[in-house]
């Protein structure tokens, strides 16, 4: 069998920050030695690329082929690939799972060691990259080591997961990123009991996920916390039971509104909360509202580098707690597979997320709808190669 051979293809490719995307071709290299190259079907767009795209994160580096919500099939592989073949139907993951490092071996964390160091350079684990301009020879970065904006992509075997082929790469894409990471914050991070109350912060992907997942466990009230009132309906459907806008206590902080909502037997306050929008000051009302001896808040929102957190000591002391989640808290090459089943077996909302389709050539587009605010814009999916498999 002959060796894979360099491909070219298409891809959006962000040349500074600050920028539009421009539709280059691209060479994508073989894929090296524990390596897989993947043809990609079908990929979201996500507010975290327009993040880097903004110049606003620290790691960001350009010019890069950014995307990290895709869903795809392995064209080929390198030398010691032994989990995938070509053929699989995969989803390319931020987060690897190696299973071997101190942090793939616990079972409290879902975070891996092993490729962070380059993975957060733009490159692939052996310092090097995989995609070259056609047009100027220039090299082009990764993106969070997925690069799924490019007819095809390179990553490192730990960060593929396989899943069940009948699934449908244009929705299951999805749980590459936002779904999971809301859902699983949930279910894995805070695992949240049935009969629990639970407040979310933000209503967009990430915020309805995690309103689906507390929905899933059986908890008895989800207030949905967001400025714009449009978005309550679509939260409702998605499980949520109460609403609150803040513009509506404009001199009263939040957190009392909060716990003054959720009185009972004289004390107030909720058992869970979940932030997820990134501010500093919506994390602190996040935990303040918790109850007393024993509510939880869990921060998913990335806020902007540099930021602290504040709050009084005391409310720590008197048995508030406070956590993050990445991912969702899954492991990816174990989790993703499993989450493709449940939605497979209809017990997670995926196709309710998905309000727009764009061909690759349009991703300017598609990053303009995801900013026009309209409520029913939660995630925009591009189909990249439209061939049929």
Partial sequence: MSSPQPIECKAAVCWAAKTDYVLEDVIVGAPRAGEVR???????????????????????????????????????????????????????????????????????????????????????PDGTSRFTCKRNGETLFHFMGTSTFSEYTVLPEISVAKIDPSAPMDKVCLLGCGITTGYGAVVNTMKVEKDSTVAVFGLGAVGLAVIMGAKAVGARRIIAVDINPKKFPVAKEFGATEFVNPKDYPDRPLQEVLIELTEEEGFGGLDYTFECIGRPE????????????????????????????????????????????????????????????????????????????????????AFHAMHQGDVRIFCVVLWLCLTTY
Avoid at 318 to 327: D, P, Q
Wanted: proline letters at 5%; a positive charge.
């Fill in 38 to 124: 993947i043809k990609i079907v079908a990929t979201g767009v996500c507010h975290t690329d327009e993040y880097t795209r903004s110049g606003a994160d620290p790691e960001g580096v350009f010019p890069v082929i950014m995307g990290h919500e895709g869903a795809g099939i392995v064209e080929s592989v390198g030398p010691d690939v032994t989990s995938v073949k070509v053929g699989d139907h995969v989803v390319p993951c931020y987060t690897p799972q190696c299973r071997n490092c101190k942090f793939c071996k616990s079972a409290k964390t879902n975070l891996c060691s092993v490729i962070r160091g380059t993975q957060g350079k733009g490159l692939m």
């Fill in 282 to 365: 919506t994390m602190r009302a996040a935990l303040e509202c918790c109850h007393k001896g024993w509510g939880e808040s869990c921060i998913i929102g990335v806020a902007a580098a540099g930021v602290e957190l504040a709050t009084r000591p005391f409310q720590l002391v008197t048995g508030r707690r406070w956590a993050g989640s990445a991912f969702g808290g899954f492991k990816s090459r174990d989790g993703v597979p499993a989450l493709v089943e449940k939605y497979m077996k209809k017990e997670i909302k995926v196709d309710e997320f998905i309000t727009h389709k764009f061909d690759l050539p349009q991703i300017n587009d």
